[in-house]
């Protein structure tokens, strides 16, 4: 995971996920990285309401 900051109040988050999957569980792959992309998308959207909703509110300078 990296963070970079772009502005005062603005940073760009970036995650690489490496994920080896074996045996007969390479037949659901596909899915298993969708599943994987979507929480991780999801997380990084709840991140950055509540980074907002706490600058808006002053408690982050």
Do not use: P
Request: hydrophobic share 35%.
């Amino acid at each position: 995971m990296n963070i970079t900051k772009i502005s005062h109040v603005q940073c760009m988050l970036e995650v690489k996920w490496d994920i080896q999957i074996h045996g007969y569980m390479r037949l659901f792959s596909f899915a298993i990285k969708k599943h994987i992309l979507k929480g991780t998308t999801n997380s990084i959207d709840r991140i950055a309401k509540e980074g907002e909703k706490r600058y808006k509110k002053g408690s982050m300078k």
